[in-house]
């Protein structure tokens, strides 16, 4: 299923997975990676892992472009592995959550991490919370060992569920021998459905703080501000939402009835779609 152009040669790298589908909220484990790469020395895409039939393309269609001469251009759906450097030599993961063949998909992963030496990995995803925009996120974590569980807190309580591809990537690596952490920012359930800077931000300051990775904070910084400033200044427009926000801002209560928080998010999606 791995298509391998070059294996690169690396130092002790840590592996980076970020699949976005079933649970982004924020977009935040997608828009960390976009960030890394942004960031990444010696960027080397080595490997590809083809999607076209382990997706539902209704679902996660294929995109088309214009190259060079004005020929069109269809790109199919696939995993990208990267490598290069961020204080550390790390391999980058990432694209869409296939439809099919999990354990298969898991099992190339967690190949491609021993043939290259792994000795950490994390994974990056977002999930919607009754959480304030106006304080810290919080980052909640899984991991693949009580030992790795209680140097990386807080943790993500317990659950018991539906799951998506990412977690049987972090369970397949920590089986393989491979420490694993899977990190969650909960993003304010109200502008879930919309990418937000300060989400990514607070998945990225995790990830240096725990695998001793250096980034750069200064642009993600001036998107968060901005960010902020547009969600306040779309509350302004409604008292009616902002007065709910400002109780869970003060009290972080239970909010009664899902209609009132389908609401907040809809006004706020609309705001930025403006």
Do not use: N
């Amino acid at each position: 299923m791995l298509t391998v152009d070059h294996w690169p040669t690396l130092d002790r790298p840590l592996m980076v997975v970020a699949l976005s589908g079933w649970v982004d909220a924020g977009v935040a484990g997608e828009g960390a990676v976009t960030v890394l790469l942004e960031q990444l020395l010696d960027e080397d895409p080595f490997a590809t892992l083809d999607l076209t039939d382990l997706l539902d393309l209704q679902q996660t269609r294929p995109t088309a472009h214009f190259a060079e001469g004005g020929l069109r251009v269809i790109d199919w759906p696939e995993i990208q592995l990267v490598s290069g450097r961020v204080g550390r030599d790390v391999v980058l993961v990432h694209g869409p959550e296939p439809s099919l063949r999990w354990p298969a998909v898991a099992a190339e992963i967690v190949d491609a991490a021993r043939r290259l030496g792994v000795v950490d990995a994390v994974t990056l995803a977002g999930m919607p919370a009754l959480v304030s925009h106006r304080r810290a996120l919080p980052v909640l974590a899984t991991a693949t060992s009580r030992s790795l569980a209680q140097e990386v807190g807080p943790l993500r309580p317990d659950y018991a569920g539906p799951t998506g591809t990412q977690t049987i990537v972090q369970h397949a690596l920590g089986a393989a021998g491979i420490p694993c952490v899977g990190l969650w920012v909960q993003v304010p359930q109200y502008v879930a459905g919309s990418p937000s800077p300060p989400a990514v931000r607070a998945l990225l300051a995790r990830v240096a703080e725990i695998h001793r990775v250096d980034l750069h904070f200064q642009g993600l910084d001036a998107r968060s501000d901005a960010y902020l400033e547009r969600v306040e200044e779309g509350l302004s427009a409604r008292p009616d939402v902002k007065e709910i926000v400002d109780r869970l801002d003060r009290e972080a209560p239970r909010v009664e009835g899902d209609e009132l928080v389908d609401e907040i998010e809809r006004f706020l999606r609309s705001q930025s779609e403006e």
